[in-house]
């Protein structure tokens, strides 16, 4: 699977951007997540998503903010970011890893190590 990331930016604090995650190759991902690292930083949750429902999970800083989603017939999944602060500033990435139950998902699905292939990024920047 690979998966390619695009939609960042800059934007001026409060402002949106959506984010986008394309796979291509064996596209089949049961749970997939959004993650975001900043410099210095270890790379954190963000949001994921269990493909084969509708159940989603955030981290406790951007509920309410953020939305995750995806469309099946495009093999894209998505991070709407809405009321965005300077603290959101990071690369961003999406992961991927098939095959594991709605529980695990909901479970891990906001732990790094849950993920069996990621993007190359996408940066970020709220000033």
């Known amino acids: 699977v690979q998966l390619v990331e695009s939609g960042g930016g800059s934007v001026q604090a409060g402002g949106s951007l959506r984010l986008s995650c394309r796979a291509t190759g064996n596209t089949f991902s049961s749970c997939m997540g959004w993650f975001r690292q900043a410099p210095g930083k270890e790379r954190e949750a963000v949001a994921s998503i269990y493909t084969a429902g509708t159940s989603t999970y955030y981290a406790d800083g951007v509920k309410g903010r953020f939305t995750i989603s995806r469309d099946s017939t495009q093999n894209t999944l998505y991070l709407q970011m809405s009321d965005l602060k300077p603290e959101d500033t990071a690369m961003y990435y999406c992961?991927?890893?098939?095959?594991?139950?709605?529980?695990?998902?909901?479970?891990?699905?906001?732990?790094?190590?849950?993920?069996?292939?990621w993007g190359q990024g996408t940066q970020v920047t709220v000033s």
């Open positions: 992961g991927g890893t098939p095959y594991i139950r709605a529980w695990y998902c909901e479970r891990d699905g906001l732990l790094v190590s849950t993920y069996d292939f």
